[in-house]
């Protein structure tokens, strides 16, 4: 997959993008991210990207004209198979699902904003879809672009290593992340769940199932809204809630 972003900062990248799972996708060539200035496709000497908005205002916004360059220039000899993704705080949330959508596609362009906005022709006429990370307001889209590409990266084949490791995330499929052990067997008095060191496979499976969903019900009750459960989950939930009534 390649990605382009679109950033007026394209330092903030570096170190990011330099460490980690992002780092070895990319020198396994699973991965090419590219960062684009707009300023460098301004055609003023003072490579000016934004200006007074009109009908006055506080704040300055960019300026449409760099930006389709720019977008432009980066889809040039691209693939078809593109999503173009401006980050905004009025965008459609961000979630897990969003984040496999966007694994499907070969090339991702991100357009960062900043100062007060973006010329709305942007929106309008240039852009496939708006995101937001959250319901609040960041200095600009680069730390968005940033939360999009880590979680679309660890959706895209062999980046992760195990081909099933994105499956166990949480979110992944509607459900919290079950509790993870590790060494030592104890410490300091707490121990690791006997059922994990038990070596039955189907038994832990289906504890770590019921911890998913005991989790999920614990903290995030409301994504039970927008999951479809099995009968064997149905079966674990009505466990869990019996344990929860007698105290077990």
Not at 55 to 67: C, H, N, R, T, W
Not at 154 to 169: E, K, N, Q, T
Not at 222 to 244: G, H, P, Q, R, V
Request: charge should be negative; hydrophobic fraction near 40%.
């Amino acid at each position: 997959m390649k990605i382009d972003i679109l950033s007026l900062f394209p330092d903030m990248f570096v170190g990011p993008f330099g460490h980690s799972i992002i780092k070895r996708a990319q020198e396994a060539g699973l991965l090419t991210i590219n960062v684009t200035n707009p300023r460098d496709f301004t055609t003023d000497k003072h490579k000016i990207v934004d200006d007074y908005p009109f009908g006055g205002g506080s704040g300055m916004v960019m300026k449409p004209e760099p930006i389709f360059r720019a977008v432009e220039n980066v889809l040039s000899g691209g693939s078809a198979n593109r999503l173009i993704v401006l980050m905004c705080p009025g965008g459609t949330p961000f979630n897990q699902d969003k984040a496999k959508q966007f694994a499907n596609y070969e090339q991702l362009v991100l357009i960062c904003g900043h100062y007060e906005g973006i010329d709305e022709r942007v929106r309008q006429y240039l852009i496939d879809e708006a995101i937001s990370i959250g319901d609040y307001v960041l200095t600009g889209g680069e730390l968005p672009a940033m939360v999009v590409v880590d979680a679309v990266a660890r959706m895209l084949p062999g980046v992760l290593g195990a081909c099933d490791a994105a499956a166990y995330d949480s979110f992944y499929n509607g459900l919290l992340e079950y509790p993870q052990y590790t060494r030592p067997r104890d410490f300091n008095g707490l121990a690791v769940p006997e059922i994990l060191l038990s070596g039955d496979h189907a038994k832990i499976e289906r504890w770590r199932r019921k911890q998913s969903l005991k989790n999920t019900l614990e903290r995030r009750p409301d994504l039970f809204d927008k999951i479809k459960l099995n009968s064997n989950d149905a079966k674990l939930l009505a466990e869990i809630l019996a344990e929860e009534n007698t105290g077990g």
